[in-house]
């Protein structure tokens, strides 16, 4: 079974410019997650798509950032203007529909490494 | 509200040492799930261990263990007879809503030879 594809592994930007990043998941998870992981902290989530629709949006800075999952399946996120705070891994998971008893993992992608000059 | 520390920020040991990473959880909800994860230096999260809170068995698998207290409000991970590929940042995570998952600050471990 193929893992969660991401790309580009690493990106090097001037500030103000603009990056997109493109994951995906793997075949049949309905959930799909984009994470900001800054140097020394844990993953922060970002946003929560299940199928095409977004569950949870809330630590998005949105006059920044956008994400999109078109037909369910790939999904893009993108910055613009970037600034030098954004510099960090970008780490795309999918997992299968959470049941009502369950919590299920989430499978991740190798990450893009974002550095904002 | 959720909330995982990992207090240990890095821990340094010799090959075929064991070591002890700790987790400690808040939650409000009554029954929930824990998980651990690894990620090695070429970046990718793997998972390693899930456990639900009806269950405070100790869970082994090779030489990996676990060690879940509802009571401390802990679970804690430890590696018997560490090996130089164990060398990772790992990370204790507690889901919520929706299967969200809210990662602690993660443990570096180093294993030298």
């Known amino acids: 079974e193929a893992g969660v594809a991401q790309s580009p592994r690493y990106k090097i930007i001037e500030k103000r410019q603009s990056v997109a990043f493109w994951c995906n998941p793997i075949?049949?998870?309905?959930?799909l997650y984009w994470y900001q992981q800054i140097l020394g902290q844990g993953p922060k989530l970002l946003i929560q798509f299940q199928n095409n629709g977004v569950v949870d949006d809330s630590q998005l800075p949105k006059d920044r950032f956008s994400a999109e999952r078109l037909k369910g399946v790939d999904s893009t996120l993108k910055i613009q203007p970037a600034k030098l705070e954004d510099s960090a891994v970008y780490l795309c998971?999918?997992?299968?529909?959470?049941?009502?008893?369950?919590?299920?993992?989430?499978?991740f992608g190798p990450g893009t490494r974002l550095t904002v000059l | 509200a959720q909330k995982v520390t990992q207090a240990q920020t890095e821990i340094s040991v010799v090959e075929k040492e064991d070591v002890t990473l700790d987790c400690v959880y808040e939650t409000r909800d009554t029954t929930y799930y824990l998980f651990w994860y690894k990620q090695p230096p070429s970046g990718e999260l793997v998972f390693l261990i899930r456990r639900n809170s009806f269950d405070e068995q100790n869970e082994i698998s090779g030489r990996y263990s676990w060690n879940f207290q509802k009571s401390t409000s802990s679970f804690n991970f430890t590696i018997t007879a560490s090996q130089v590929v164990d060398s990772a940042v790992y990370f204790c995570?507690?889901?919520?809503?929706?299967?969200?998952?809210?990662f602690g600050s993660g443990t570096k471990l180093n294993v030298k030879p």
């Open positions: 995570a507690l889901p919520y809503n929706f299967n969200k998952f809210y």
């Open positions: 998971a999918s997992s299968s529909l959470r049941t009502r008893s369950s919590y299920n993992e989430q499978f």
């Open positions: 075949s049949g998870h309905a959930t």
